[in-house]
């Protein structure tokens, strides 16, 4: 049986999703390998039959999640988990509100729609972030730190059960607690990091902003914060083998010589946008994990094609289409363990409920 856990961050909290065996014949609790759902050469668009069929789901209570008959997954909003923010360029107030904004447009909704079973444990404080003059290159730590460690927390009983993780954020220092929490459940893990940036810098090279630098305290780089570095059992939390970027463009000289002083496997935002088997190629670089996780920055994307993301550069980026293929190949791994969606702003968008609703359905079709 494979078992898929799904986390979500913030004011809508914890979501905690369970995906048991297509396979009629198995015994509750017993992981079994799946088997990638297409053995199609892959690329960046989409091809006729990708999108799954729609079965029905149901809310059950909390100790239901067994059926031998359809896969289920279970779901819970609102684990102990505290929400922090960066506030990096940013024009306007809002992404604190992404967690709610997923959950009030339907995102458990359309994972019931493809079979998903869902239980909601409703919502947690969050944190936005302040100026903190008593750390200027790196403010807000202690938050950071605190809400890293609830990730961290509940991702590793998740991965432990043998269940996938969708963390919802947040910015892009929640990755932090989703790889320490893996780390801490025995996971040989395999990250790709979808982004417009790599954030490989430091306190001392950024602005004092610390989600520039999550990538960084992953990998141990000097001059990051002992107390973030040491978030999960094993120091580094990743070496420079286990990272894949996608997608990635604004990438400062310090950054580049890191990347390529530790030979980092990197696919280009042009690569992306323009060789067909892009997609295929993550896929094949993450098959070699036990635990392939994934980090989807929305400002990986064109802001005039899906105006979302925290960040309002008018970049080439991917398109939203583009973006979901690639979720589907990776997410479509038998090894996939976890999705961490982060700078999401609702109020960047001119139609929420238009918007919301198109990023649920890519979430559903790839999660599904």
Known sequence: ???????????????????????????????????????????????????LPRRGGTFLPPDTFCNEDHPKLELRFGSAFVEHYRRRHQRSPGQEQAPAAFRRHGLAEALVSRGRTIRDHGDVASFRWRPDPSRPQAMNLEAVRHACDLVASNVATAIAAQEDVLV????????????????????RIGLVYIDFDVDLNTPDTSDGALDWTGVAHLLNITGCEPSLVRLGPTRPMLVPQQLLYFGVENITPPEAATIRD??????????????????????????????VLIHFDVDVLSFVDFPIAENVRRCDGLKLEQAAFVLKQLAALPQWRGLTITEVNPAHAPDETAAFARLNEVLADALG
């Open 168 to 187: 919802l954020g947040g910015d892009c220092t929640v990755e932090l607690g989703t790889v320490a929490g893996a780390n801490a459940a025995g996971a």
């Open 262 to 291: 530790n030979a980092i496997k990197v696919i280009s935002r042009e690569e992306a946008l323009n060789d067909i088997e892009a997609a295929s190629r993550a896929a094949e670089w993450a098959a070699r994990f036990d635990c």
């Open 1 to 51: 049986m494979a078992v898929v856990a799904l986390v979500m961050i913030g004011p809508s909290g914890f979501v905690h999703v369970r995906r048991l065996a297509v396979s009629r014949r198995y015994r509750c609790g017993e992981p079994f390998a799946i088997p990638a759902r297409s053995a199609r050469p892959v690329g960046l668009v989409p091809m006729p039959g990708d999108k």
